[in-house]
């Protein structure tokens, strides 16, 4: 297939409402747990890549502490990174597939 462009049109019905971080589980999130909702950043927010804007902030869901990074600010978290109360974390970027799919991935992991 050859690249094309993300249309609105193209991702419209396509995909599930964005999940909210608050309810994330990190025994059950994965590639395909869709968009997650970034929030609010207007608040409690903090700039992790350091680029004078915020982009982040902390959630607290049932299981994990969830930092939710939005890096373009278009409203749908770009990073996850989740803290489990036994220190257990994992650190999640989505992306595209061709299809305009979005797919997590996870980068990272371990014990804190
Ligand atoms: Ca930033
Ligand atoms: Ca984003």
């Avoid at 996850?80 to 220190?87: A, H, Q, R, V, Y």
């Avoid at 994992?90 to 595209?96: I, K, Q, T, V």
Wanted: proline fraction near 4%; glycine fraction near 10%; charged fraction near 30%.
């Amino acid at each position: 297939m050859d690249a094309f462009l993300i249309t609105a049109g193209h991702i419209d019905g396509h995909e599930a409402e964005a999940l909210d971080p608050g309810r994330i589980e990190p025994e059950t999130f994965g590639p395909a747990s869709g968009p997650v909702d970034a929030g609010d950043l207007n608040f409690d927010a903090f700039d992790l890549d350091g680029d004078g804007t915020v982009d982040s902030r902390v959630v607290h869901s049932d299981d994990a502490v969830v930092i939710v990074s939005d890096f373009d600010r278009d409203g749908s978290a770009d990073r996850l990174t989740m803290i489990e109360s036994d220190g257990d974390y994992s650190a999640w970027e989505c992306s595209r597939d061709d299809e305009g799919a979005l797919v997590w991935q996870k980068i990272d992991a371990g014990a804190l």
